[in-house]
Nanobody, 121 residues
Framework: VQLQASGGGLVQAGGSLKLSCTAA????????MGWFRQAPGKEREFVGW????????YYPDPVKGRFIITRDNAKNTVYLKMNSLKSEDTAVYYC???????????????WGQGTQVTVSS
């Protein structure tokens, strides 16, 4: 599965941004989709996952209430809507596909190339 993340950019603190993750060659509907981020000098950090159908999502505390993951299986696309952005949200954001639910990178077998999100304060 080849994943492609897009939608990153520069945004002011308090603003919003919506990332997309698409796939070529295979339907994403058979995968749990996760989002991670990695800031310079830091480990890859879990941002959330969405279930196969999109009915269930899970977020860690740092982004809970601000980030929303959705998916449109008909369009083979997963989204990460980020609201109330903070400078500490600055990172490269990655989408990932896997067969089970988890918050560690090893849970996911396929990764996109990442898209840079920069939040200016």
């Amino acid at each position: 599965v080849q994943l492609q993340a897009s939608g990153g950019g520069l945004v002011q603190a308090g603003g919003s941004l919506k990332l997309s993750c698409t796939a070529a060659g295979r339907s994403l509907s058979t995968y749990v989709m996760g989002w991670f981020r990695q800031a310079p000098g830091k480990e890859r950090e879990f941002v959330g996952w969405i279930s196969y159908s999109g009915a269930n999502t899970y977020y860690p505390d740092p982004v809970k209430g601000r980030f929303i993951i959705t998916r449109d299986n008909a369009k083979n696309t997963v989204y990460l809507k980020m609201n109330s952005l903070k400078s500490e949200d600055t990172a490269v954001y990655y989408c990932a596909a896997g067969m089970s639910y988890g918050s560690i990178p090893e849970t996911y077998a396929y990764w996109g190339q990442g898209t840079q999100v920069t939040v200016s304060s």
